[in-house]
């Protein structure tokens, strides 16, 4: 890949980085809403699902607009990689945020509440789970919003590394001679 190419599958991938970011972020949001709304919960497990197909749309706009229909494996895999560590770091930054100045406790005191309802104690005591459970509450009480942050910015950079294969394996196009 020659420096002109690199530098043009870079702008692409920060561009998609950011739509992805958003489309992480949107369902972060709902998730955190969905705490309480049911529908909101399934469009932030719909919106968290639909990450690989959404790269995969993108890619294909990269290879058909900005390669003109041909792209390789590796620079199919490079970009979606890229892709995940740009967006994965708008997230974190917002997540962070979110957690620093926005949050107050309200997830963890949701988990409790739902931990702390009748269906909640009966289950935990029939699966002998209370004591971990709590413990996992009180764990996530002392977790600093950086750490939350850098958690799931490593998860997502790995998540881009892990589909990245085979998102690239279906979407790389060779030129036909």
């Not at 998609?16 to 955190?32: H, K, P, Q, R, V």
């Not at 917002?94 to 309802?117: E, H, P, R, T």
Request: glycine share 8%.
């Amino acid at each position: 890949m020659t420096a002109p190419e690199y530098i043009q599958l870079k702008a692409y991938a920060r561009q998609d980085g950011f739509f992805l970011a958003m489309l992480w972020i949107a369902s972060f949001a709902s998730y955190i809403v969905g705490l309480t709304n049911q529908t909101l919960a399934m469009a932030a497990m719909l919106m968290a699902v639909m990450t690989p197909f959404f790269v995969a749309s993108r890619l294909r706009k990269f290879r058909d607009y900005g390669l003109e229909g041909v792209i390789s494996f590796g620079r199919s895999y490079a970009y979606i990689i890229f892709v995940f560590f740009y967006g994965a770091i708008l997230l974190a930054v917002a997540q962070y945020l979110y957690f620093a100045y926005m949050d107050n406790g309200y997830l963890v005191n949701s988990f409790a509440k739902m931990i702390g309802s009748e269906e909640g104690r009966v289950m935990l005591e029939q699966y002998g789970m209370a004591k971990v459970v709590n413990d996992g509450l009180a764990e996530m009480a002392m977790t600093r919003p950086i750490d939350y942050a850098l958690n799931i910015l490593t998860i997502n950079i790995s998540l881009g590394f892990i589909l990245g294969l085979p998102i690239a394996l279906i979407m790389q196009k060779r030129k036909i001679e």
